[in-house]
C-alpha cells in the first residue's frame, strides 16, 4: 500500500503511458477518433521522473506504453521501459500496430532496442481493421524481429460484437491471424469494439441500444488503479510538466 494518505490512489499499482496520438492507421475501429495531422509525443524525462517519483510510494506491478502508434518514437518508448525496469516495475508492455517504417533495417534495429530497454511483453494488434491501411508484410517482418529479440509477443486483435460473431470483419480478422501461424505466435483474447470514435461513425450498423457505450477502459475515479499519462504531461485532471506526479496523487479528488 502506497505511503500516500490519499484514500483515492491508495490501490494504484499501474502506469500507463499514450506516448503519442500520431499515427500509421487509419482505422475504421478506432476509439480515439481520426489521427490525421496528429504529432508529437510525451517527453521522455518528465515521463521518466514520474515514474521514479510515483515507485518511491507505490508498489508498481506493470507499466504500459501505447498510442496512436508508440513506436514512431521507439527512443521515448525504450527510455520508459528502461527506467521501469531499472526501479523494479515487473510487467513492462507494449502495444503497438507494428508499423513505423518499411525500412527493415529499421525494423530489425527497433527491435533490438526494445528487448535491450527491458520491454518484456508486445501486444501486436492484427485484425481486419488496421489491415485496412497498414501493410501486413512490415507487420509480419516487425514480429519476426521481435522474436529474433528474445520478446514474448502475442497477436492483440479487435473484434466486432464478439469473438464468436461471424460478420465480414471478424472473418478476414481470422484469415489474418492465420497469415501468423508459421511463427507460432499466441493469439491473444484482444478486445471487443466499443461504440465510441470512429467505430461510432464507421460501424454503428453492429451495435444497438444495449451495447455497453461506456469504455472499457475507464477508471473507477473513487479507486484509482492505473493513471495513464496523455503525450501532452495531463494526468488525473493535472500535469507532470507543471507539477511533481506525487503532489498530483496526494491532492488527486474526483
Given at each position: 500500500m502506497a505511503i500516500s494518505k490519499n484514500q483515492y490512489v491508495q490501490n494504484l499499482n499501474r502506469i500507463e503511458f499514450v506516448v503519442t496520438l500520431a499515427c500509421t492507421?487509419?482505422?475504421?475501429?478506432?476509439?480515439?477518433?481520426?489521427?490525421?495531422?496528429?504529432s508529437g509525443?510525451?517527453?521522455a524525462d518528465a515521463a521518466a521522473n514520474a515514474i521514479r517519483e510515483v515507485c518511491?510510494?507505490?508498489q508498481i506491478e506493470s507499466l504500459m506504453t501505447f498510442g496512436?502508434?508508440?513506436?514512431?518514437?521507439?527512443?521515448?518508448?525504450?527510455?520508459?521501459?528502461?527506467?521501469?525496469?531499472?526501479?523494479?516495475?515487473?510487467?513492462?508492455?507494449?502495444?503497438?500496430?507494428?508499423?513505423?517504417?518499411?525500412?527493415?533495417?529499421r525494423i530489425k534495429e527497433v527491435a533490438n532496442m526494445l528487448a535491450e530497454?527491458?520491454?518484456s511483453k508486445i501486444l501486436l494488434s492484427v485484425d481486419a481493421f488496421h489491415q485496412e491501411t497498414i501493410p501486413l508484410e512490415s507487420v509480419f517482418y516487425f514480429a519476426e524481429?521481435?522474436?529474433?529479440?528474445g520478446i514474448l509477443v502475442k497477436l492483440s486483435p479487435a473484434w466486432l460484437v464478439s469473438?464468436?460473431?461471424?460478420?465480414?470483419?471478424?472473418?478476414?480478422?481470422?484469415?489474418?491471424?492465420?497469415?501468423?501461424?508459421?511463427?507460432?505466435?499466441p493469439v491473444g483474447s484482444g478486445n471487443v469494439i466499443f461504440p465510441g470514435g470512429n467505430a461510432l461513425k464507421y460501424l454503428s450498423e453492429?451495435?444497438?441500444?444495449n451495447t455497453e457505450t461506456l469504455s472499457p477502459y475507464e477508471e473507477n475515479p473513487f479507486d484509482i488503479k492505473a493513471i495513464s499519462f496523455s503525450p501532452n504531461g495531463d494526468v488525473l485532471n493535472d500535469n507532470i510538466y507543471q507539477k511533481n506526479i506525487l503532489d498530483i496523487l496526494s491532492g488527486y479528488q474526483p
Open positions: 492507421g487509419k482505422c475504421k475501429h478506432c476509439s480515439e477518433g481520426e489521427h490525421t495531422s496528429l509525443c510525451i517527453d518511491k510510494d507505490y496512436g502508434e508508440p513506436l514512431l518514437y521507439p527512443e521515448v518508448v525504450c527510455e520508459i521501459h528502461r527506467i521501469a525496469k531499472a526501479v523494479g516495475i515487473p510487467g513492462r508492455e507494449l502495444i503497438t500496430n507494428g508499423f513505423f517504417t518499411k525500412d527493415r533495417r530497454s527491458g520491454v524481429c521481435i522474436l529474433v529479440a469473438k464468436q460473431d461471424d460478420n465480414s470483419y471478424n472473418k478476414k480478422t481470422r484469415e489474418i491471424l492465420g497469415e501468423f501461424a508459421d511463427l507460432k505466435i453492429y451495435f444497438d441500444d
